[in-house]
């Protein structure tokens, strides 16, 4: 039981330093002259609009290009909490 309580600290611990980390892992996408960064968090750090994007279209450019930030966000993000669960022994890896 001790080692459980033990292993949720480290675990716990372990995850606050990789969300801490995902702050600095800028990603970014672009579609059609619109450029959009995401910081690991998933949270806009800046947006980028081309001065020749037609007006009109700025609102359909920007949600494919935040979709696709976020989408790649969501990819790196996953990958650093598998690290951190690998790290302590819980990646699940066929192990029972």
Not at 12 to 15: I, M, R, S, T
């Given at each position: 039981m001790l080692q459980k309580a033990k292993d949720m600290y480290r675990l716990?611990?372990?995850?606050k330093r990789a969300k801490k980390e995902l702050k600095n892992i800028h990603i970014e996408a672009e579609h059609r002259g619109v450029k959009v960064v995401v910081d690991g968090e998933q949270k806009v750090v800046s947006i980028d609009i081309a001065?020749?994007?037609p007006r009109e279209q700025i609102p359909a450019f920007l949600k494919d290009a935040l979709n696709r930030a976020m989408g790649k966000a969501q990819i790196?993000?996953?990958?650093k909490m598998q690290g951190v669960m690998g790290e302590l022994g819980l990646g699940g890896g066929g192990q029972q």
């Open positions: 716990q611990k372990e995850a001065p020749e994007v790196v993000a996953a990958e």
